[in-house]
Each structure stands twice: as structure tokens, then as C-alpha cells.
T-cell receptor, first 116, second 112 residues
Framework: DSGVTQTPKHLITATGQRVTLRCSPRSGDLSVYWYQQSLDQGLQFLIQYYNGEERAKGNILERFSAQQFPDLHSELNLSSLELGDSALYFC???????????????FGEGSRLTVL | SQQGEEDPQALSIQEGENATMNCSYKTSINNLQWYRQNSGRGLVHLILIRSNEREKHSGRLRVTLDTSKKSSSLLITASRAADTASYFCATDRTGANSKLTFGKGITLSVRP
């Protein structure tokens, strides 16, 4: 058990809909990362938050947004869903400050999103 | 784009044999990390090697890093069926503002 909790574990929805994925980091970790894993693209970095502030942005679509709340939990919002958004979405946390070094990440079990 | 490229893409060995997996990357790094993922589960950190280190050990794992060749290798000795999983290298690129970039992974099958 990594200590990172993600909900829901599975989600099935239709195209055009909006979903919210939730992540609670390990106790004491200030950094939260979101990754998308699909068969064709592999593990893609989406976005990172540190203590409530956005610190790094990756290949995150404009239809996607995220935030980190004062209690350090984070939410990833996916809207206007398309078939291609079907993937496993991982949250990870770490104690590391943003840059210059990224330390060990602790991953949750993921949220599997299926868009029909 | 993927920073780390693992090789081979798939590896099948007999229990008790050693498994060697390689990773190449393109730009300078602060550190390189290896992770393991069981099917459909979250990734688990195995080992981190800094850019000024050449070799590191952890139990049955041995990682090497050659920054001149921009490559790393992960050796699992005396493999077990329970080592069956996907293995990913991840690079912390210099100046990349604190994010890990993962390769596409290597699928390791250890036959009992």
C-alpha cells in the first residue's frame, strides 16, 4: 500500500460527459502528480501541484483541468469526454520540492476510465 | 515524446535466471529511476540512481548508469515468478521543472 488513495477505481461514462477523479496523497507529501496511461501513448505526465500551486504542466488537454486543495487532496476534471480519453489515470505524490531534483514517486492504484 | 526508451520491449526467462533490461535517454538528467507495475496496478518505485552515480544495488536489483552513453541497465538476479511485471525507467531531466518522464516499459515474464 503506497498510501496514495484514488477514487473511483473504475468509471464508465459516455462521450461528451464530464468526470472528476480524486486523489489523496500520502500523509506529509506536498507534491501531487497526475499521469495518464494508455496502450498507445504509454505513461504521459499531465500536471503537477505543489502545496496548492501548479508547478509543472505536461501533455494536458484544454478539456482537462486539475487543482490541489488546502488539505492537499487533488482532483482531475475531464470534460467533453472522447473515446480516446479512455485510459488509466494515476495520481502520485512525493515529498520533493519542485526542482531541481524529482525524487521517488508513490503511485495510487489508478482510476480506470472507460468512455463509450 | 518519450525520454526513456527501454529495451527489449518484452523478455521471457526461466525462474532462477538473471534478467537484464536497458534504458536509453536523450537529454541530461538529474537522476534516473526504475519502477515496476503489476498488471493494471499502480507503479512501485524500485531504485533511484543520481547522475553522479555509476552503480547502485538494492537486494536482487543492480542498476548502472552511463551518462556518457545516456543509458542505464536494470539487472534482476535469481529471478522469481513473482518478478513477472512491467518495468519502466523514468528520467528526471535537467531543467524539466520537476517531473518524471517514463518510457513505454518492458514486459518481463518469469516462467516457473
Amino acid at each position: 500500500d503506497s498510501g496514495v488513495t484514488q477514487t473511483p477505481k473504475h468509471l464508465i461514462t459516455a462521450t461528451g460527459q464530464r468526470v472528476t477523479l480524486r486523489c489523496s496523497p500520502r500523509s506529509g507529501d506536498l507534491s501531487v502528480y497526475w499521469y495518464q496511461q494508455s496502450l498507445d501513448q504509454g505513461l504521459q505526465f499531465l500536471i503537477q501541484y505543489y502545496n496548492g500551486e501548479e508547478r509543472a504542466k505536461g501533455n494536458i488537454l484544454e478539456r482537462f483541468s486539475a487543482q490541489q486543495f488546502p488539505d492537499l487532496h487533488s482532483e482531475l476534471n475531464l470534460s467533453s469526454l472522447e473515446l480516446g480519453d479512455s485510459a488509466l489515470y494515476f495520481c502520485a505524490s512525493s515529498v520533493s520540492l519542485a526542482g531541481p531534483n524529482t525524487g521517488e514517486l508513490f503511485f495510487g492504484e489508478g482510476s480506470r476510465l472507460t468512455v463509450l | 515524446s518519450q525520454q526513456g526508451e527501454e529495451d527489449p520491449q518484452a523478455l521471457s526467462i526461466q525462474e532462477g535466471e538473471n534478467a537484464t533490461m536497458n534504458c536509453s535517454y536523450k537529454t541530461s538528467i538529474n537522476n534516473l529511476q526504475w519502477y515496476r507495475q503489476n498488471s493494471g496496478r499502480g507503479l512501485v518505485h524500485l531504485i533511484l540512481i543520481r547522475s553522479n552515480e555509476r552503480e547502485k544495488h538494492s537486494g536482487r536489483l543492480r542498476v548502472t548508469l552511463d551518462t556518457s552513453k545516456k543509458s542505464s541497465s536494470l539487472l534482476i538476479t535469481a529471478s522469481r515468478a513473482a518478478d513477472t511485471a512491467s518495468y519502466f525507467c523514468a528520467t528526471d531531466r535537467t531543467g524539466a521543472n520537476s517531473k518524471l518522464t517514463f518510457g513505454k516499459g518492458i514486459t518481463l515474464s518469469v516462467r516457473p
